[in-house]
């Protein structure tokens, strides 16, 4: 049985969808792990599938210093459906992703949130593990991890253009390097350890 890895996001804009595409791209980088991208509105049909993934990726723009309202009410809802049928999340792996208009954009609130939500739901947090970029003469816009955060794959996208032309490559490769350590760590986690959710 492969590992499942579910991306669970909300794109206002589309901006933080591009972000989810390359992170389903690096989790399907890693052999014997199988991917499964959710919208927070198809998400909460999906309680089922999301008890048997072994792990979770959270997504979401940053607005006003945090998460959509709509990721939020995912969250939300997440602790009549999870929680109090027994806690069905409890040590899964979790790692998150974020996009605002704005290079920091107060990203560091949104992916602090995610980590309190997995925490909450006994999760495991996996940080990006990139050393920050683009802070010296030598680094450029270019490099992976650009922004500089360390929870999470952040994104910027400019405002005034479409989620064709943004997030920028260097953004999307960051998020694709997360999924892709996801992967890896979960498969690492998960095998010699068969799944006790009855059903799965």
């Known amino acids: 049985m492969s590992t499942k ?5 909300h794109s206002g804009y589309g901006h933080t969808r591009r972000q989810a595409e390359a992170v389903k791209t690096g989790v399907e980088l890693v052999s014997d792990v ?3 991208m959710l919208t927070v509105e198809e998400a909460k049909d999906q309680w089922v599938e999301l008890a048997c993934a072994d792990a979770i990726i959270f997504g979401a723009p940053t607005y006003v210093g945090g998460p959509s309202a709509a990721f939020k009410e995912f969250q939300e809802a997440s602790s009549a459906a999870v929680m109090r049928n027994g806690y069905l999340w409890r040590d899964k792996i979790a790692a998150g992703f974020t996009n605002s208009g704005t290079q920091a954009g107060d990203k560091l609130a949104t992916l602090t949130q995610m980590v309190i939500f997995a925490a909450q739901h006994g999760m495991h ?3 990006l593990d990139l050393p920050p970029a683009n802070c010296s003469a030598t680094g450029s816009e270019h490099d992976l991890n650009r922004l500089g955060f360390w929870l999470g794959a952040a994104a910027q996208s400019n405002v005034d253009a479409g989620p064709e032309q943004a997030p920028p490559k260097a953004d999307l490769l960051t998020a694709e390097h997360l999924g892709r350590r996801v992967a890896e760590i979960t498969l690492r986690f998960v095998q010699g350890s068969p799944s006790t959710v009855s059903g799965c």
Do not use: G, P, Q, R
């Open 34 to 36: 199988e991917a499964l």
């Open 5 to 9: 890895i579910a991306i669970v996001y």
């Open 125 to 127: 947090w996996v940080s």
